[in-house]
């Protein structure tokens, strides 16, 4: 049995207890949620309902665009500790089950590629020094998102692409 494909921002409510039946939208944009509710009773029906939703959605779509990816690359988490989004020290030790085990320290840059997936370039403090290491971690995750383009879409990351059987 196919399933039908969900409407961007738009969801089927059907709660037989409250006996609600209608269409909710809702929207993220730059922290702000847009959220509205289409009864079916009010608007005569499902299928009036479900259009007076895409025409709110459409709305506050085109009113409010999405982040860039490259905006959305730049956004400083909270637990960011170098200072620069995208970057950060890692220890890797050869075996963490030797007291003695050599630890090798060195500055991530990391960012996500067009397809999704993510890409890390790791640069050695032993190597290049303290400042080196983080100065060339910086500058290459600088250069990838400097190449970013196109709009961010938050549930791309949550769907996979199906591999076709041959």
Same mark, same amino acid.
């Given at each position: 049995?196919?399933?039908?494909?969900?409407?961007?921002?738009?969801? !089927?409510? %059907?709660?037989?207890?409250?006996?609600?039946?209608? #269409?909710?939208?809702?929207?993220? @944009? !730059?922290?702000?949620?847009?959220?509205?509710?289409?009864?079916?009773?009010?608007?005569?029906?499902?299928?009036?309902?479900?259009?007076?939703?895409?025409?709110? @959605? %459409?709305?506050?779509? +085109?009113?409010?665009? &999405?982040?860039?990816?490259?905006?959305?690359?730049?956004?400083?988490?909270?637990?960011?500790?170098?200072?620069?989004?995208?970057? /950060?020290? *890692? /220890?890797?030790?050869?075996?963490?089950?030797? &007291?003695?085990? +050599?630890?090798? #320290?060195? #500055?991530?840059?990391? #960012?996500?590629? &067009? %397809?999704? !997936?993510?890409?890390?370039?790791?640069?050695?403090?032993?190597? *290049?020094? +303290? +400042?080196?290491?983080?100065?060339?971690?910086?500058?290459?995750?600088?250069?990838?998102?400097?190449?970013?383009?196109? %709009?961010?879409?938050?549930?791309?990351?949550?769907? @996979?692409? !199906?591999?076709?059987?041959?």
């Amino acid at each position: 049995m196919k399933t039908k494909a969900p409407i961007y921002g738009v969801t !089927r409510v %059907d709660n037989e207890t409250s006996r609600t039946h209608g #269409w909710l939208v809702t929207i993220q @944009r !730059r922290g702000v949620i847009f959220r509205k509710q289409f009864s079916d009773g009010v608007l005569g029906g499902k299928t009036k309902s479900l259009a007076a939703a895409k025409a709110y @959605r %459409d709305e506050i779509v +085109e009113k409010h665009p &999405p982040l860039s990816k490259r905006e959305h690359a730049e956004i400083v988490k909270k637990n960011n500790k170098s200072g620069v989004v995208g970057v /950060c020290r *890692y /220890c890797a030790s050869e075996t963490s089950q030797k &007291p003695n085990a +050599e630890r090798r #320290w060195f #500055w991530v840059a990391s #960012w996500v590629l &067009p %397809d999704g !997936r993510a890409k890390r370039i790791k640069f050695s403090v032993k190597k *290049y020094g +303290e +400042e080196g290491a983080f100065k060339m971690a910086v500058k290459a995750r600088r250069n990838a998102i400097r190449q970013m383009a196109g %709009d961010f879409d938050p549930g791309a990351t949550r769907r @996979r692409k !199906r591999m076709s059987r041959i």
